[in-house]
């Protein structure tokens, strides 16, 4: 079975420093990553995605994500965050197959900032 | 872009009634998901249905709950006889046949608060 670990409850970063969050994930075959970022009272926003190819993603508002298979991690990255990056952060994972496609999620990290 | 739209933004129930949940999923998407997230807690899937049957459903998605598909836009999640324990936020996704999560899109939400 498909499971996400998000080792990191909250973390409290200055704004304009870097940022990583950590996703370790557990799958037979070779996944699809996902993640996504949820606002208070607000639904899932997706930062960026990962199905095959360069293992570095770019997604949106300045976040990557770097897929190490050999540590089955995807850990997302920022190099210098903003007030307005505080949020919940999720990451998802999904099988490989077509079609029906569940995703299973972390329990998120809640990501504060001070200025 | 396209969007995945749900209503009510947020329902309020009192114990013991039926609520019905309405998506409407992107045009050309064949796949579609519930998703329901207590407050404070993870994402987590409920149900995928495609071809006018669900193809797959968690422990959570019991006798109470069912889906539909009563036409060509919608797709509904009722909740037969809700529970307190049935306040939480829900999600509908819906994704694309092919390219593995191709277009796989979340909705904004509702909001279901059952007293």
């Known amino acids: 079975a498909q499971s996400v670990t998000q080792p990191d409850i909250h973390i409290t970063v200055s704004e304009g420093a870097s940022l990583e969050l950590r996703c370790n994930y557990s799958y037979g075959a070779t996944p699809y990553l996902f993640w996504y970022v949820q606002s208070p009272g607000q639904g899932l926003q997706l930062l960026l995605k990962y199905f095959s190819g360069d293992t570095l993603v770019q997604g949106i508002k300045g976040f990557e994500a770097e897929f190490k298979r050999s540590q089955s991690s995807f850990n997302l990255r920022k190099p210098s965050v903003h007030w307005s990056d505080a949020a919940e952060y999720f990451c998802?994972?999904?099988?490989?197959?077509?079609?029906?496609?569940?995703?299973?999620f972390g329990t998120g990290t809640r990501l504060t900032i001070i200025p | 872009e396209p969007e995945v739209t749900q209503t009510p933004s947020h329902q309020v129930t009192q114990m013991g009634q039926e609520v019905i949940l309405r998506c409407v999923p992107i045009?050309?998407?064949?796949?579609f998901y519930w998703y329901r997230q207590i407050l404070g807690q993870k994402v987590e899937f409920l149900v995928s249905?495609?071809?006018?049957?669900?193809?797959?459903k968690s422990e959570i998605f019991d006798d109470q709950f069912s889906v539909e598909r009563p036409d060509g836009s919608n797709f509904t999640l009722k909740i037969r006889s809700t529970k307190l324990e049935d306040s939480a936020m829900y999600f509908c996704a819906s994704s694309a046949q092919g390219r593995r999560g191709h277009g796989y899109t979340f909705g904004s939400g509702t909001r279901l608060t059952v007293v």
């Open positions: 045009s050309n998407h064949l796949y």
């Open positions: 249905f495609y071809n006018n049957e669900i193809s797959e």
């Open positions: 998802a994972v999904g099988p490989s197959n077509f079609g029906n496609e569940k995703l299973t």
